[in-house]
């Protein structure tokens, strides 16, 4: 499977597919704390921020030449000394999850991760999210903090699971 699987930098052409697959997942309310769809144009900028910031790159995943999946790097907190940190998110269109797409995405934001001068990595995941969770402790990343029922989603209180990586020391 995971050499039917082509990583490479998100292009404008993508954004529709980028924002059907983030918004596939909203009704799920495991993955997202949005709780209705977004649209290309709102999404826009985050777009263009992620193409003009070198360091924190939006990447897009094919499989057999569909776009399936998407990750990005962004800035976290916005603030200069947190330079060396970034937020990673990753978003798989439901018909390809179970493939080791999210592996290969993650495998290849951590190898990048030196090139682009990132030393921490931190994922904020939904308590209730076990997919997102167990493939994040699979690479390596621990929990380092728990915010406790921050989010509500349809009534339910979530626990908002912040998993971080050191990498490169």
Request: hydrophobic fraction near 40%.
């Amino acid at each position: 499977m995971k050499n039917s699987i082509t990583v490479r930098k998100a292009v404008a052409a993508d954004l529709p597919a980028i924002v059907a697959i983030y918004n596939s997942t909203i009704s799920s309310r495991m993955v997202t704390a949005d709780t209705e769809p977004v649209t290309v144009e709102e999404r826009r900028p985050w777009f263009i921020e992620h193409q003009t910031t070198a360091n924190r790159p939006l990447w897009a995943a094919e499989y057999d030449g569909t776009l399936c999946g998407w990750l990005s790097l962004s800035n976290f907190y916005g603030r200069p000394a947190y330079r060396g940190t970034a937020e990673i998110s990753i978003y798989l269109d439901h018909a390809f999850r179970g493939r080791g797409i999210g592996s290969s995405l993650l495998h290849y934001a951590l190898d990048q991760a030196s090139d682009l001068e990132i030393k921490t990595i931190l994922a904020f995941i939904f308590g209730q999210n076990k997919p997102s969770l167990h493939l994040f402790e699979r690479f390596g990343f621990e929990a380092w903090g728990t915010l406790p029922k921050v989010a509500e989603l349809d009534g339910n209180e979530c626990d908002l699971i912040i998993m971080g990586k050191r990498v490169n020391p």
